[in-house]
């Protein structure tokens, strides 16, 4: 009996993949899906319904006991002075560049993960004796910093909701003479859900429902998809979130979105793509369909001899299998519809961005996405070692 057992269970983590150990993070949850599998007993912990369940036990766990907000007689806010998280990250970085250059603002708390311990008492040490300065004159807090891994599960993040909470109470604590600080969280589109090609989004909060359904957050060919994409250059995003924190005509919006206000067809940027990547490769990189391209990125990773990391190194979009499946899925459903000229490519909503137009001019002007950006893209990549494959 207990060799039977012991099979079973062998055959079971055997079906195990990548996705399941992100999902069930603790033994006891490993162990209870390993049951369930050698039991012929299909797993329902992914399911909707349990995935609500753990999102309002979480919203529950830290939407209470907020501290009391200090009354005060609110003074205008003439030089901003703002605390900003993630500074050592992609839009980060960007951020902070460009709170630098602004004559809005006089004063910036950069705020970063520690790097190793003893950087990290020194950060401690310089935070609390900086603590008093910061509820007593901070304006505004733009929280930027959230771990970016499309495999995790909520479980993952519960580190980073807490930091959120941390820092909207450290806001409510304000004794500035010019009233709490605005707080701006910057996230992902990922929180409005993928999966349903065609969906457009209003500038509202998005339903738990919506936000459960997401589909996670090759070589010698590129992936041809159809619909557009709204991508926006770091720079200019960075740009429209200073734009929306230091508009002081009105009360901050709840929600503003931020993507680029001329989508451009998929295939457009794969056309431009495969252009500027002929001089590295030797050809222009001839493009197919999406399903094709990811089914053959996963027979070439499946039949790699090399090491897990030299094959995720050679093939980087297996690290994120189940998104790019979600992808293929969305891309495929637009094609049986057969009109995707209004629909965000690979499952993504399109955001309606009109609260961010009309605050942000930097984003009314952003410049449309074209050769220039997609060189510096390669650019980039090429630098970073990308091609050495080839």
């Known amino acids: 009996m207990f060799l039977h057992t012991l099979k079973s269970t062998l055959h079971a983590a055997a079906k195990l993949n990548q996705q399941s150990i992100f999902a069930k ?4 949850q490993l162990t209870q899906l390993l049951v369930q599998i050698s039991e012929n007993n299909p797993s329902t912990a992914d399911s909707t319904t349990e995935k609500l369940q753990n999102i309002r036990a ?5 939407d209470s006991s907020w501290p009391r907000q200090i009354a005060c007689c609110l ?64 304006t505004a807090i733009i929280h930027n910093a959230w771990q970016v891994n ?19 109470d450290l806001a409510c604590r304000s004794i500035a003479p010019t009233g ?8 992902s589109i990922a929180v409005a859900g993928f999966g349903s090609p065609g969906r457009h989004l209003n500038e509202t909060t998005v339903s738990l429902e919506d936000g459960v359904a997401s589909i996670g957050y090759g070589q010698s060919c590129l992936p041809g998809a159809i619909g557009t994409v709204s991508w926006l250059p770091l720079d200019v995003a ?21 993507c680029h206000p001329r989508p451009v067809a998929w295939m457009d940027i794969m056309s ?29 990773a499946a039949s790699f ?12 979009s297996t690290k994120i299998q189940a998104t790019v499946n979600g992808m293929v899925r969305a891309d495929n459903e637009l094609r049986a519809r057969g009109d995707a000229s209004n629909a965000e490519s690979g499952g993504t909503v399109r955001l309606d961005i009109s609260t961010a137009k009309a605050i942000s001019k930097n984003l009314r002007l952003a410049p449309e996405l074209g050769m220039g950006y997609v060189q510096m893209w390669v650019e980039y990549w090429e630098s970073m070692g990308l091609f050495r494959f080839t």
Request: net charge positive.
């Open 180 to 187: 709490c600080p605005r707080f701006m969280f910057a996230s």
């Open 150 to 168: 499309f495999n995790l599960s909520l479980q993952s993040f519960e580190p980073s909701v807490c930091g959120v909470r941390n820092l909207l």
């Open 305 to 316: 001899k090399g090491s897990e990391s030299d094959r995720f190194a050679r093939f980087p």
């Open 238 to 258: 960075a740009d429209s979130i200073i734009d929306v924190c230091v508009a002081r005509s009105g009360t901050l919006p709840p929600i503003v979105h931020a």
């Open 58 to 62: 979480m919203i529950q766990k830290y």
């Open 272 to 300: 431009t793509l495969s252009t500027a990547m002929a001089s590295r490769v030797g050809s222009e990189v001839p493009i197919i369909r999406f399903d094709d391209w990811n089914r053959r990125v996963m027979e070439a």
């Open 75 to 138: 003074q205008p806010v003439k030089k901003e002075h703002i605390v900003v998280t993630g500074t050592t990250g992609g839009l980060g970085s960007h951020l902070l560049a460009r709170l630098l250059q602004s004559d809005k603002v006089e004063r910036i708390w950069a705020m970063n993960r520690r790097s190793s311990k003893g950087n990290w008492d020194r950060q401690i040490a310089s935070f609390e004796d900086k603590l008093l300065d910061i509820r007593s004159e901070a």
């Open 25 to 28: 993070p603790t033994v006891r």
